[in-house]
Nanobody, 116 residues
Framework: QVQLVESGGGLVQPGGSLRLSCVGS????????MAWYRQGPGKERELVAT???????NYADSVKGRFTISRDNAKNTVYLQMNSLESEDTALYYC??????????WGQGTQVTVSS
């Protein structure tokens, strides 16, 4: 059974930082591309950042220079370091895994709220 479990969300003031984590089980983690998505209030789910199995990264324009995605295959974990947070970053953040062999899987999400 595949499970992706996110953690690290919370309430933070504008300009602050958070680090999200997502631990995967039931998948061959190192074979999977991993991604973070988010869905803000009244908005559609959007792609935030991706990291391939080989470690190549890509970011949405809105988070470039502020967010960093990374992975630790030994811990079956993908991270999202979020700096200089803005109110527009308020959203439910989801972890996603993708591989041709095991398909797509999603976590339950972790809430990030940026507010003073």
């Amino acid at each position: 059974q595949v499970q992706l479990v996110e953690s690290g969300g919370g309430l933070v003031q504008p300009g602050g930082s958070l680090r999200l984590s997502c631990v995967g089980s039931g998948i061959i983690f190192s074979w999977n591309a991993m991604a973070w998505y988010r869905q803000g209030p009244g908005k559609e789910r959007e792609l935030v950042a991706t990291i391939t199995a080989s470690g190549s990264t890509n970011y949405a324009d809105s988070v470039k220079g502020r967010f960093t995605i990374s992975r630790d295959n030994a811990k079956n974990t993908v991270y999202l370091q979020m700096n200089s947070l803005e109110s527009e970053d308020t959203a439910l953040y989801y972890c996603n895994s993708h591989s041709r062999l095991q398909g797509d899987h999603w976590g339950q999400g972790t809430q990030v709220t940026v507010s003073s």
